[in-house]
């Protein structure tokens, strides 16, 4: 039986794997102390999980690129020592799942070295294959972080020629967005903030449209009315359904929210097929509640304002 081995597949998994040890030292560093979850390696790919009750921000993502990115500029090496686990523990390397591992135990250290100094990178146990020297891993990227879980952030990364690739693609969507915006790559900044400068025109222009509309059509169809109720010698006010009207267009909120400013001065009710309706009064001695209440609606809100749906209200008007 013969074992034959792939060695430009193991040794893009060695360079992904080196690189996700140099993200948990960075990350360790950022967020003073965070603990693994899982991870991931493939050929010069990594996913690496990671605790953290806040997604990290873009500044800190590219620092952690720039730092690992350093590292491997530097001449540098990965040591590996077989040891005891007491004495691994004295070495202060990092452990994980901590009833998996032996009496022996493999520490596997990385230093970076600059102006005649030691630079620790990071100290793990781990019995995994490495790159002997970091800079075998050639380039890290960091391609996106996205929350897997409560408390729970995971960071994809690529290394090697995969970079390449990765900047390649960035540099083809940059370009295909230039060409469908008209302008050339160095341009789209500029092209952004006249573009939503511009929507930013047409959206007060359409929320004034709409006030408008909607303030016309229920001027249309307001009718002055006596409630079929105890209110009937009171009550003055107007009765709209909206559903046999075009502002059927309009979600029933923004009829309210134009009503309440509209008519700050009268008594109204509003409502829809769909039994959602709005009770408004702007004299105290008439309680909106109170007549939901005494009609069996379902209410919610204030006193001289209720807001619900049920189905009851087009019986009641």
């Not at 967020?31 to 806040?54: C, G």
């Not at 032996?102 to 781990?126: H, Q």
């Not at 090697?160 to 690739?165: L, Q």
């Given at each position: 039986?013969?074992?034959?081995?792939?060695?430009?597949?193991?040794?893009?998994?060695?360079?992904?794997?080196?690189?996700?040890?140099?993200?948990?030292?960075?990350l360790?560093?950022?967020?003073?102390?965070?603990?693994?979850?899982?991870?991931?390696?493939?050929?010069?790919?990594?996913?690496?999980?990671?605790?953290?009750?806040?997604?990290?921000?873009?500044n800190?993502?590219?620092?952690?690129?720039?730092?690992?990115?350093?590292?491997?500029?530097?001449?540098?090496?990965?040591?590996?020592?077989?040891?005891?686990?007491?004495?691994?523990?004295?070495?202060?390397?990092?452990?994980?799942?901590?009833?998996?591992?032996?009496?022996?135990?493999?520490?596997?250290?990385?230093?970076?070295?600059?102006?005649?100094?030691?630079?620790?990178?990071?100290?793990?146990?781990?019995w995994?294959?490495?790159v002997?020297?970091?800079?075998?891993?050639?380039?890290?990227?960091?391609?996106?972080?996205?929350?897997?879980?409560?408390?729970?952030?995971?960071?994809?990364a690529?290394?090697?020629?995969?970079?390449?690739?990765q900047?390649?693609?960035?540099?083809?969507?940059?370009?295909?967005?230039?060409?469908?915006?008209?302008?050339?790559?160095?341009?789209?900044?500029?092209?952004?903030?006249?573009?939503?400068?511009?929507?930013?025109?047409?959206?007060?222009?359409?929320?004034?449209?709409?006030?408008?509309?909607?303030c016309?059509?229920?001027?249309?169809?307001?009718n002055?009315?006596?409630?079929?109720?105890?209110?009937?010698?009171?009550?003055?006010?107007?009765?709209?359904?909206?559903?046999?009207?075009?502002?059927?267009?309009?979600?029933?909120?923004?009829?309210?929210?134009?009503?309440?400013?509209?008519?700050?001065?009268?008594?109204?009710?509003?409502?829809?097929?769909?039994?959602?309706?709005?009770?408004?009064?702007?004299?105290?001695?008439?309680s909106?509640?109170?007549?939901?209440?005494d009609q069996?609606?379902?209410?919610?809100?204030?006193?001289?304002?209720?807001?619900?749906?049920?189905?009851?209200?087009?019986?009641?008007?």
């Open positions: 039986m013969k074992l034959l081995v792939h060695w430009s597949k193991r040794n893009a998994k060695m360079r992904a794997h080196t690189a996700t040890h140099l993200l948990h030292f960075a360790d560093k950022l967020l003073w102390s965070t603990k693994q979850a899982w991870s991931l390696v493939d050929n010069d790919y990594l996913r690496f999980d990671f605790e953290a009750k806040n997604p990290l921000e873009e800190e993502l590219l620092l952690i690129e720039s730092q690992i990115n350093d590292r491997i500029r530097c001449w540098s090496v990965v040591s590996i020592t077989q040891t005891s686990l007491e004495e691994a523990k004295k070495m202060w390397a990092k452990a994980f799942f901590e009833d998996t591992y032996g009496e022996e135990v493999r520490v596997v250290s990385i230093e970076c070295t600059s102006d005649n100094s030691l630079d620790l990178a990071s100290k793990e146990l781990c995994w294959i490495h002997q020297d970091i800079s075998h891993i050639g380039a890290f990227k960091i391609v996106q972080q996205t929350a897997v879980a409560s408390g729970i952030r995971r960071i994809e690529v290394t090697w020629t995969s970079v390449t690739e900047a390649q693609k960035s540099d083809r969507r940059l370009a295909d967005i230039s060409s469908r915006l008209d302008c050339q790559p160095k341009q789209l900044e500029n092209k952004l903030e006249k573009i939503l400068k511009e929507y930013g025109h047409l959206q007060s222009d359409h929320a004034l449209l709409q006030w408008k509309l909607i016309t059509h229920l001027d249309e169809f307001h002055e009315c006596d409630l079929p109720s105890a209110w009937s010698a009171r009550w003055k006010g107007c009765i709209i359904n909206v559903s046999w009207s075009s502002l059927e267009d309009h979600t029933f909120k923004e009829v309210i929210h134009h009503a309440k400013a509209r008519w700050s001065d009268r008594n109204w009710i509003i409502y829809s097929d769909e039994g959602n309706f709005a009770i408004y009064t702007w004299t105290w001695d008439l909106a509640k109170q007549f939901a209440r069996g609606l379902k209410w919610w809100w204030s006193d001289q304002f209720v807001q619900w749906k049920d189905e009851k209200i087009k019986e009641i008007v």
